[in-house]
């Protein structure tokens, strides 16, 4: 691969800059040059016709960076993908990810895949999910923004008539009371690398703010397993797996992220994620 070619914004924010720099600093320590795609200034009419000797990896994760990567990917780039067809179809929220993993029987948290201000239906929905606390979380949200934790019926319908009519970009998940927040990185059928957040007090997001607590940590064959199983099963050959695992020892898929800010595990861990994405695509 001589070529990579990086769908990124004019104005990137801090997580996508440092990305970047990871990524180019790997580009360069193995000839490959880079090329920015800037998602502002892009051009549908244009063609490029990438060969076997690019790569192509979408740095921002906005739905128009979204639709720009599946314009351009063509048979010969090298993605992250398993197949370069079927990354055309993919879902770019994580509704369509957890209904994919919930008809593979994989260990999701159970989840209402729409709000409503319904009141006959909430009180089924409570019951579904197992009381309260509830979680209701805002489709396309990250680093714990747009999670709500409701505590009784009468906030719930209260927050569910305000979010219905801004729109149903809401789901509403059961409440894991978790003892570890692991985040796993996959690449190709493996965890290369993983971290577990620590819980911040005062919050029952351990992914909030800019000063987040992380160790390294090895999870185990089990929860690295689903962490792989959760990766392929969506068509991908790399991503971040967010996994709560309770004080019972039972894991469940919070969510799936491609592409993924992988920088943190990187920092944490020692391991070079940036470099082993660059080999995996070059061996493609």
Do not use: W
């Not at 796993?184 to 992914?207: A, C, H, P, Q, T």
């Not at 491609?258 to 994405?277: K, L």
């Amino acid at each position: 691969m001589k070529n990579l070619y990086l769908i990124i914004s004019k104005t990137p924010s801090k997580t996508a800059l440092i990305t970047f720099n990871l990524i180019t600093k790997s580009a360069e320590e193995r000839n490959i040059k880079i090329h920015k795609i800037f998602v502002e200034d892009f051009d549908f009419s244009q063609e490029i016709k990438f060969t076997k000797e690019d790569g192509l990896y979408r740095i921002s994760t906005g739905n128009k960076s979204a639709l720009i990567e599946k314009y351009l990917i063509n048979s010969e780039v090298k993605v992250l993908y398993q197949n370069n067809k079927f990354c055309l179809g993919k879902l770019t929220h994580n509704i369509g990810s957890s209904l994919i993993h919930q008809k593979l029987d994989l260990p999701i948290i159970k989840t209402i895949f729409e709000i409503t201000n319904n009141r006959e239906l909430l009180k089924k929905y409570v019951r579904y999910l197992d009381g309260f606390p509830i979680i209701i979380k805002a489709i396309g949200g990250s680093h714990g923004i747009g999670i709500m934790k409701i505590d009784s019926f009468e906030s719930l319908a209260s927050v569910c008539d305000y979010l219905v009519n801004k729109g149903n970009n809401f789901i509403m998940r059961k409440y894991i009371d978790y003892i570890k927040h692991a985040r796993l990185i996959v690449l190709g059928d493996r965890v290369i690398s993983s971290i577990e957040y620590k819980r911040v007090n005062g919050d029952f997001r351990s992914n909030v703010g800019d000063k987040i607590d992380v160790v390294e940590e090895n999870f185990g064959e089990l929860v690295n397993k689903t962490a792989v199983d959760s990766v392929n099963a969506l068509g991908y050959e790399f991503g971040g797996v967010d996994i709560l695992i309770d004080q019972n020892n039972n894991h469940y898929i919070a969510e799936v992220n491609f592409p993924c800010y992988f920088a943190r595990t990187q920092n944490a861990t020692g391991f070079d994620i940036s470099g082993a994405m660059l080999d995996y695509l070059i061996q493609k």
